[in-house]
């Protein structure tokens, strides 16, 4: 099993950022891609970000494209997603995942293909 662990969410005004942070444990970090997925009340999960094995690949959904930056440190064993600019859109409860695969060049994963997932941690942006 692997564990993840969200944090750094809160409540944020419109135009402001957050970092989120994911810190993993129980299995080998630089075996795992990395995504990011949220889910607003009322809608489906959906993808955000995704980061490969070694960090040199990632992918990002349209809506957050040169707003968001997922990074890892595999020293660490820690995913990240800086978030700014940030609207009331990006409200949601945000989840980090874990895929095993050592692929080098990432594009979005089905959420049914990530092996682990966190508990989630909330973000609630003001406008």
């Known amino acids: 099993q692997m564990q993840l662990v969200e944090s750094g969410g809160g409540l944020v005004q419109a135009g402001g950022s957050l970092r989120l942070s994911c810190a993993a444990s129980g299995r080998t970090f630089s075996s795992y891609a990395m995504g990011w997925f949220r889910q607003a009340p009322g809608k489906d999960r959906e993808f955000v970000a995704v980061i490969s094995w070694s960090g040199g690949s990632t992918y990002y959904a349209d809506s957050v494209k040169g707003r968001f930056t997922i990074s890892r440190d595999n020293a660490k064993n820690t995913v990240y997603l800086q978030m700014n600019s940030l609207k009331p859109e990006d409200t949601a409860v945000y989840y980090c995942?874990?895929?095993?695969?050592?692929?080098?060049?990432?594009?979005?994963?089905?959420?049914?293909?990530?092996?682990?997932w966190g508990q989630g941690t909330q973000v609630t942006v003001s406008s």
């Open positions: 995942a874990a895929k095993q695969t050592r692929r080098t060049v990432v594009v979005v994963i089905p959420s049914y293909e990530y092996d682990f």
